[in-house]
C-alpha cells in the first residue's frame, strides 16, 4: 500500500527557513517522480515542487526561487528547503507522485505556520 509520512512542519517566523522531509513506502520511488502539494486553508491543493528521477527540478512561479525539492532514493526520502519564508506559505504540506499526477492515497501532511 502506497503511504507517505511528512515531517519537520512548525511555527516559524516571517523570513525564517524549514525543511520538510517525507518518507514513500509501497512504491518503486526510482521510478517515479515526486512532489510537494500544499494546501492552505480554504484553499485547493496546489503543487509547490516537483522533482524527476534523475534530479529534474520543477518549482510553481510564485516561489521564485525560495524552495528546493531533493530526494534520497536509498531512503526513500524527498525534501523540501523552504527558505525566506512568508505568511503566504502558511499550508499543510504534502508529498507524493509529482507533475500534478498525485497517486490517492495521500499522508497527514505536516503543518507550516508562518507567524510574527
Known amino acids: 500500500q502506497v503511504q507517505f509520512v511528512e515531517s519537520g512542519g512548525g511555527l516559524v517566523q516571517p523570513g525564517g527557513s524549514l525543511r520538510l522531509s517525507c518518507v514513500a513506502s509501497?512504491?518503486?520511488?526510482?521510478?517515479?517522480?515526486m512532489g510537494w502539494y500544499r494546501e492552505a486553508l480554504g484553499k485547493k491543493r496546489e503543487l509547490v515542487a516537483s522533482i524527476g528521477v534523475y534530479g529534474t527540478t520543477n518549482y510553481a512561479d510564485s516561489l521564485k526561487g525560495r524552495f528546493t525539492i531533493s530526494r534520497d532514493s536509498a531512503k526513500m526520502t524527498v525534501y523540501l528547503q523552504m527558505n525566506s519564508l512568508n505568511v503566504e506559505d502558511t499550508a499543510v504540506y504534502y508529498c507524493?507522485?509529482?507533475?500534478?499526477?498525485?497517486?490517492?492515497?495521500w499522508g497527514q501532511g505536516t503543518q507550516v505556520t508562518v507567524s510574527s
Open positions: 507524493n507522485r509529482g507533475y500534478d499526477r498525485p497517486f490517492p492515497n
Open positions: 509501497g512504491i518503486n520511488f526510482n521510478i517515479f517522480a
